[in-house]
Nanobody
C-alpha cells in the first residue's frame, strides 16, 4: 500500500511556472507507475502525464506536451510535475495517482489507478 500527498499548488499568472510535488510513503514505491491527473470545476478528471517505475519513459497529454515535465526520484519517494508556460485552461485541482499492477504508462483512465492523493489547487490568472 502507498499513501500520496501533493503539494506546490498556488496562484500564478499566465505564462508562469509552478512545480508540483507528490510525496509517497511505503516500502515499494519503485514498483508503482505514477500519473498526474487534473480536474477543473464542472469537468471530468483528465489525464495529464505518467511516468514509468524507473523514471523513463514518460507520457503526456497533448494539451500539456512540451510545457510540462514529469520526473521521479525513487530514493526520495517523490514524483514531480514541472509546469511551464501555464495557461488559464490549466486551472484545476491536480492529483497524483499510483498503481502497482499497470503494465503500461499509457493508462489514461482514472479508474485504472488504485491510489490517489488529496489534490492541490492550481489557479492560472489571465
Amino acid at each position: 500500500q502507498v499513501q500520496l500527498v501533493e503539494s506546490g499548488g498556488g496562484l500564478v499568472q499566465a505564462g508562469g511556472s509552478l512545480k508540483l510535488s507528490c510525496a509517497a510513503s511505503g516500502p515499494i514505491f519503485n514498483k508503482y507507475i505514477v500519473a498526474w491527473f487534473r480536474q477543473a470545476p464542472g469537468k471530468e478528471r483528465e489525464f495529464v502525464s505518467s511516468i514509468s517505475r524507473v523514471g523513463g519513459p514518460t507520457y503526456y497529454a497533448d494539451s500539456v506536451d512540451g510545457r510540462f515535465t514529469i520526473s521521479r526520484d525513487n530514493s526520495k519517494n517523490m514524483v514531480y510535475l514541472q509546469m511551464r508556460s501555464l495557461k488559464p485552461e490549466d486551472t484545476a485541482v491536480y492529483y497524483c495517482a499510483a498503481d502497482l499492477y499497470l503494465n503500461t504508462i499509457i493508462s489514461l483512465r482514472s479508474t485504472q489507478y488504485a491510489y490517489w492523493g488529496q489534490g492541490t489547487q492550481v489557479t492560472v490568472s489571465s
